[in-house]
């Protein structure tokens, strides 16, 4: 049984077309996700969220987001700003460190870690 290939053509196109609109869709909701869970009524941007979902570590994100120094952010914390910097490079640190970085940044322990 074979059918008209026009038609199946026409299908085929329809379908990678649905495809690539369920993708899309998925993707934002996936970003509307993390915006939901890892705002925790703090407001922070889509456009930074975007930015750690694409790899960007958090921290830094965040610190630039707020026109914060390397510095700064240690004076707020009480962090030296070189360990800060080692943070950002991808240093692991430990949820003591995780809260004071929350604290100073304004943005819930779990968008940290």
């Not at 053509?9 to 609109?21: G, N, P, Q, T």
């Not at 993707?27 to 889509?46: F, G, H, M, Y």
Request: glycine share 6%; proline share 4%; no cysteine.
């Amino acid at each position: 049984m074979s059918g008209d290939p026009q038609l199946v053509y026409s299908l085929e196109i329809k379908v990678l077309d649905l495809e690539a609109k369920v993708a899309s869709l998925e993707k934002n909701l996936d970003r509307l996700a993390r915006e939901v869970s890892a705002t925790d009524s703090v407001n922070i941007p889509a456009d930074v969220l975007d930015l750690i979902g694409q790899g960007e570590h958090p921290v830094r994100a965040v610190r630039q987001y707020r026109l914060l120094t390397q510095k700064e952010l240690g004076e707020r914390s009480g962090i030296r700003a070189n360990h800060i910097s080692a943070i950002e490079r991808g240093m692991p640190y430990g949820l003591k460190t995780a809260k004071r970085l929350s604290s100073a940044l304004d943005v819930p322990v779990s968008l940290l870690t």
